[in-house]
């Protein structure tokens, strides 16, 4: 499982459209996003590069990704 810190999770918005976004990369499930720690935990085995590209030009920030 992986977990990404992510700056701009603010509301049950900003967790379904985070939701969203990960669903629609190739190679993730299970998806889990939390307002409360503002993470997204997720399975797969996708590159850290991948993720970013995902977020890129929405309002969210990746501070840190983390496997566990």
Not at 20 to 27: D, R
Request: hydrophobic fraction near 35%; glycine fraction near 8%; proline fraction near 0%.
């Amino acid at each position: 499982m992986k977990k990404v810190y992510i700056k701009g999770i603010c509301c049950k918005g900003c967790a379904k459209e985070l939701q969203g976004l990960f669903e629609k990369i190739y190679g993730i499930s299970n998806v889990n996003v939390s307002t409360e720690n503002c993470t997204v935990t997720y399975d797969g085995y996708v590159s850290n590069k991948v993720i970013l590209e995902a977020l890129a030009g929405t309002k969210y920030q990746v501070e840190k990704i983390v496997s566990e």
